[in-house]
Each structure stands twice: as C-alpha cells, then as structure tokens.
C-alpha cells in the first residue's frame, strides 16, 4: 500500500491543523497508508489516533526517515519549510498546501526555496499568489474541507443555546459569530457594528463563539469585554469562549458573521451554509470564493464596521433574500467536504508521483 505522510509543525485546534486533520483520514479512505508527523503534541494529535492515524510527535522533521513515506503531504509555508527540507535530505517526493495567502512573511520564502514536485492552494487568489513567486511550480486549487456534523441535532439544540444566554422567542435578532480569538478575526468590528446599530435605535444580539488555540491572543478577550462596556452593548455581546460544538449556534442565530481582516478560506462560513444561515462575510479571499462573489451570502469591506451594520440591517429587513440564501447554503456547503478536498488530492498525487506511488498504480 502507497504510504503518504501528512505533516506540520503545529499541532494546535487551528483552521489548517483542522484542515488536515479531516483529509488524513478521507485520503485514508481512497487507498492510501495514512501517517502523521507532527512537530508537537496537542489538539491534532489526539485528533488524528482517534481517527486511527498512526501518528508520529517529533520536533526533528528528519523523523520521517523512519516512517518511510512515499510522498509526504505537509501543511503550510511553515510546515513545508519544516517537513520538506527533510523530505528532501532523505530523497522523499513532498506536496504541501498553502494554507495562507502569500503576503511576504518569513516562512513563506524559506518554504519557495524547498523542493516539491506540486502545491495546492485553498483559493484562486492564492494561486495567482503563488504562481507569481514560483512560476515554474504546479499549482492546483484544493479548497480545505469541513465537517459541520449533525445539522438536524443542532437545530433541536438551538433553542436551548438562546435560553443559555437569556433570550426569549420575541427578544431582539441573535448574529452568531463562529471564530477563534484572533486580532485578524474581527471580532472588534463586529461588536462596533452591534453598536452602530444601537446607535439607529435597532438592537441585534451578538453570540461570539470561541476561544484562543493559536497562543499568541494575547489580552484580546479582556479588550474585547471592554470594548463591549466603552461602546455601550455589553448587554447586546455574549462572549462564550471556546465551546466543544458551535452548531447548535449556527443554528440559534438569524444570521451567521464573519467579520476578518484577513480570511484564507474560511471553515466557519462553509459551516453555517451548511445549517441554512444566511451569512455576511468579510471580501477577503476564502469568503469571497466561498459566496461566489455574493451569490450564496452577503459581502462588506474588510474592517468597516458601519458597512457590516447596514448589511446586517438589510438583510433582516429582506425576508426574501434571507429565505433564498438559507435555502441555497446547503448545496453550496456541500462542494467544500473532506472527502472533496481528498479526490482533489488524490488525482494531483496520480498525476506528479512516478506510477508505482500510488494506490492501486
């Protein structure tokens, strides 16, 4: 059986680690001996065993020397810069996944300087990106995949998540916004949009769902609560931190937000397409593709926070188009699934290994 060795350095409850940890075991499905190797212990690796991948926790990349992959698949600038170079040493053919568009960081030019026979990226704008600075690499577009789980189950759950924080059936609408603690989330301007609309005397409560799991948050909740004071909507803003399974929040809200400065993809928007929530999103490039340009959700300028208030204010007002995007969600979330992103990875891995290095080649 053809061995391929997904790998990163990070091992943390982020969208990437995420990512990979819901293709390792669809690619698993389509043929291929799956491993792991992971810089540090964490969230992914309790992840991947009870997934059954045999996985591997070593800050020494040149581990993979004993797994003897035949490819290996890594994560990130970061992690092709880590697991590729030693990928390369042992004579190892490696892919990796862009997880970020490039924007110059450090990283991302130690990563362009490892060999690899092919990259994928999560949107077309990343791939221009990358095509740009590595002309002569093969680039394919492999959207990442979510996994929403039981919509039906979060929807008998929604009720309760309102009462959780106190609302009734006639209080005022409930936005839900699904993001890990991170200053390019925007989380701030969201809550300066709650304000906005305070301030045209129209009230919305907002549910912000998740915590800090990357490590470098810093006092940002603190600053959060305290924003919420100085803007006068404390009562309005539910901070909730990080919880096990934000469905049944999806489902609780009349719309779904995603407020970010920066979004290479954008997992939580697939997610709440998926439980038919109408969603506006930030016009950055995950989003952006995700919504096809508006069709399937709302678009606003990244950072503007009176343009998010008045589409938020638009789209309650537009029971038409609320029902037309909650129908079409599903269909669409539907296209961006771990077993997607596997066939898509799957037929690239066919197409640059040498036969032989394949499933069934």
Avoid at 84 to 97: D, N, Q, S, T
Avoid at 110 to 127: I, N, Q, S, W
Avoid at 180 to 194: E, H
Wanted: with cysteine; net charge negative.
């Amino acid at each position: 059986m053809s061995r391929i060795v997904v790998a990163t350095e990070r091992a943390v409850a982020g969208g990437s680690q995420r990512t990979l940890g819901l293709v390792a075991p669809a690619l698993r499905d389509l043929g291929w001996d799956v491993q792991a190797l992971l810089g540090e212990a964490g969230p992914l690796a309790d992840h991947l065993s009870a997934d059954g991948i045999a996985t591997t926790v070593s800050a020494d990349a040149d581990a993979l020397t004993d797994l003897a992959p035949d490819v290996v698949l890594s994560m990130g600038a970061s992690g092709h810069a880590w697991s590729g170079r030693a990928a390369a040493h042992a004579e190892i053919p490696a892919v990796w996944w862009l997880d970020l568009t490039l924007r110059g960081r450090p990283n991302e030019g130690l990563a362009l300087g490892v060999p690899a026979l092919a990259a994928a990226t999560a949107t077309r704008a990343a791939r221009r990106a990358l095509r740009e600075r590595a002309p002569a690499l093969r680039v394919e577009v492999i959207a990442p995949g979510a996994d929403w789980g039981d919509v039906v189950q979060h929807r008998r759950a929604a009720t309760g998540a309102r009462g959780s924080i106190g609302l009734a059936h006639d209080d005022p609408p409930l936005l839900s916004m699904v993001a890990r603690l991170d200053p390019i989330k925007g989380q701030d301007t969201a809550i300066d949009a709650v304000a906005a609309l305070r301030e045209r005397r129209r009230d919305v409560h907002l549910a912000l769902v998740g915590g800090a799991v990357v490590g470098h948050e810093g006092d940002l909740a603190q600053r959060l609560y305290q924003q919420t004071q100085d803007r006068g909507v404390a009562d309005l803003v539910h901070h909730l931190g990080f919880v096990d399974d934000p469905g049944p929040w999806h489902s609780a809200g009349a719309l779904a937000i995603q407020a970010s400065a920066h979004e290479a993809f954008g997992l939580s928007v697939v997610e709440a397409l998926a439980h038919g929530v109408p969603v506006i999103a930030s016009a950055t490039d995950g989003p952006s593709e995700i919504l096809d340009g508006g069709r399937y959700g709302v678009l606003t300028p990244p950072g503007d926070a009176d343009a998010l208030a008045q589409a938020i204010a638009d789209l309650l007002d537009d029971d038409a188009r609320r029902v037309r995007l909650a129908a079409s969600g599903p269909g669409r979330a539907a296209e961006f699934t771990p077993q997607a992103a596997a066939q898509r990875w799957n037929a690239l891995l066919r197409a640059v290994l040498p036969p032989g290095c394949a499933p069934g080649g």
